[in-house]
C-alpha cells in the first residue's frame, strides 16, 4: 500500500520559514516525480514545486521562486520544501504528491498518489 505522509505544518509570523517532509512508502518513484500542491479555502488546489527524481531537476510557480526550495532527502522517497519568507497568502493545505512515470507536470490530476496534507499558516 503506497502511502505519503506529510510533516512540518505549522503557524508562523510573516516572513518566517518551515520546512515541510514528505515520507513515502510502498513503492518508489525513481522514474517519475514528486511534487508540493497548495489549496486555500474557497480555492482550487494549484502546483507548488515539483522534482524530478532522476537527475533532480526542478520546477517551481512564479509566486513562491526565490522564496521556496524543493528537494529530495537522503532516505530514499523522502521529500522537502523549504519555505522561506512567508507571506499570510502562503496560508494553505500543503499536499505532497507522486506520479509514478515522466517528469513535473503542475496538473494535479497527473499524480498518481496524494498524502493527507499539512496545514501551513502564516499570519501578519
Known amino acids: 500500500q503506497v502511502q505519503l505522509v506529510e510533516s512540518g505544518g505549522g503557524l508562523v509570523q510573516a516572513g518566517g520559514s518551515l520546512r515541510l517532509s514528505c515520507a513515502a512508502s510502498?513503492?518508489?518513484?525513481?522514474?517519475?516525480?514528486m511534487a508540493w500542491f497548495r489549496q486555500a479555502p474557497g480555492k482550487e488546489r494549484e502546483f507548488v514545486a515539483g522534482i524530478r527524481w532522476m537527475g533532480g531537476s526542478t520546477d517551481y510557480a512564479d509566486f513562491v521562486k526565490g522564496r521556496f526550495t524543493i528537494s529530495r532527502g537522503n532516505a530514499k522517497n523522502t521529500l522537502y520544501l523549504q519555505m522561506n519568507s512567508l507571506k499570510p497568502e502562503d496560508t494553505a493545505v500543503y499536499y505532497c504528491a507522486a506520479k509514478i512515470f515522466s517528469t513535473v507536470v503542475s496538473n494535479p490530476a497527473a499524480y498518481d498518489y496524494w498524502g493527507q496534507g499539512a496545514q501551513v499558516t502564516v499570519s501578519s
Open positions: 510502498g513503492r518508489t518513484f525513481s522514474g517519475g516525480a
